[in-house]
Structure formats: structure tokens, C-alpha cells
């Protein structure tokens, strides 16, 4: 597993990384960022993004780090992931995320991976990725994340996976009005999917799109 690593002399003792992690495990102790509840600490990275001054990275701990590999035989044969991001979640991806320097952005609804088979090889590989649905979740802050990622960030490119079922118009909407709304051009493209896992659709439909 994994552990956070503060480098104090990097550390200015800004915060940011407190307020970005959802976990409680760090805080601010004499003016520098301290891990001050390791159990805490979920091995997710989002105090990583967070922090200007790039004073936190990840360790090995526990079998990972001395080499031993207790993964169940069951897993052993499977496919391995071909990113290396986290976290993925909409909500959890901060806007200054390292991985998010020059990427090709995969905007991915949460259904796609579970219905398409070969979606590694075929759409994620080579890309960072942003998973949610705006079915559950709340659209006003896809939309405002979306617009600052595209606007601060340098993206390279946009690919937006979603499924043939409407609730995920919505998804493709959102990407459309924040790519309209900022300040340059970045390529898009839409990839819509079937329920029975085959791609129905490739397409680049940007075009002025009313905000609502």
C-alpha cells in the first residue's frame, strides 16, 4: 500500500493539502504539513494535486515495498491497468493535479468501463481520466471543475466516453458548454457506447452550445 511523504524543507505550510485531504490525516504542525493520522491516510493523492510546491509523494509500505506480492491467485492472470492516476472520481480529481499536465483527458461516464470490453486498450490508455455520472452527482460543480481544468490547465485533447442512454447527455453537455466557455480551442471528440458494449458513435460535435 501506499504512504504520503512530506518533504519539510519543500513545505511552506500553506495548507492546501490539509483542506484537500478528505481524510482528516493531515495537519499543520509548527508550520509545516504533518501526517499526524497515518491510519488515516488512503493512499488516494488528493493532498498530492493540491500542493504548489510539489513537497508530497508517495511511498511503498508493508509487502509492496520489501517485494512480496499477496495478490489471491484468483487475480493473478488479469488484465493490468494501464494508468497510473488516482484519484479518478469527478469529485475527488483536484484542478491542479499533476496528472492533468498536457493530457489527453478521458471525460468517462462510470457505466462505460463495466459494459465495453477492452475499454484499457481501446479508450483509456495514454490518457487522464475523469470519471462520474451526472445522474447522482452535482452538475454545477462538474461544470465549474470542468471549465477551470480546461482553462488553467494545459489539455492536450478531450475524449468523452458515455452511454447511448440519455442520462448521459448530460455528461457530453457539460464538457461542451465549459470547451465553449473557455478561452482557446481543444480537440474533442465523443465516443458513445451501447448497452451491449460495442461503439456505436465517434464524433466531434463541438459547436456553440447555449448556456444554461
Known amino acids: 500500500?501506499?504512504?504520503?511523504?512530506?518533504?519539510?524543507?519543500?513545505?511552506?505550510?500553506?495548507?492546501?493539502c490539509v483542506t484537500g485531504c478528505h481524510e482528516g490525516a493531515l495537519a499543520i504542525v509548527e508550520g509545516k504539513?504533518?501526517?499526524?493520522?497515518?491510519?488515516?491516510c488512503d493512499g488516494l493523492g488528493s493532498c498530492i494535486g493540491e500542493c504548489p510546491q510539489g513537497a508530497i509523494s508517495f511511498v511503498l509500505v508493508g509487502d509492496q515495498a520489501e517485494g512480496r506480492d499477496n495478490t489471491p491467485s484468483l487475480f493473478q492472470h488479469a488484465p493490468q491497468r494501464r494508468n497510473h492516476q488516482w484519484p479518478v472520481?469527478?469529485?475527488?480529481?483536484?484542478?491542479?493535479?499533476?496528472?492533468?499536465?498536457n493530457a489527453d483527458l478521458l471525460i468517462c461516464a462510470d457505466c462505460v468501463p463495466f459494459a465495453m470490453p477492452g475499454f484499457y486498450q481501446t479508450l483509456l490508455t495514454g490518457k487522464a481520466v475523469l470519471v462520474g455520472c451526472p445522474k447522482f452527482d452535482n452538475v454545477?460543480?462538474?461544470?465549474?471543475?470542468?471549465?477551470?481544468?480546461f482553462q488553467e490547465r494545459p489539455i492536450r485533447s478531450v475524449t468523452l466516453a458515455r452511454m447511448e442512454v440519455p442520462c448521459c447527455s448530460g455528461l457530453a453537455r457539460l464538457a461542451q458548454i465549459a470547451l465553449n466557455t473557455v478561452s482557446k480551442k481543444i480537440p474533442y471528440t465523443e465516443v458513445t457506447v451501447g448497452i451491449d458494449g460495442t461503439i456505436l458513435a465517434t464524433q466531434s460535435p463541438l459547436s456553440s452550445v447555449a448556456l444554461p
Open 33 to 40: 504539513a504533518r501526517l499526524v493520522h497515518e491510519n488515516f
Open 140 to 149: 454545477n460543480a462538474y461544470l465549474e471543475k470542468l471549465t477551470r481544468i
Open 89 to 101: 472520481q469527478f469529485n475527488l480529481v483536484p484542478v491542479g493535479a499533476p496528472f492533468l499536465e
Open 1 to 16: 500500500m501506499k504512504r504520503i511523504v512530506i518533504d519539510e524543507e519543500k513545505c511552506d505550510g500553506c495548507g492546501l
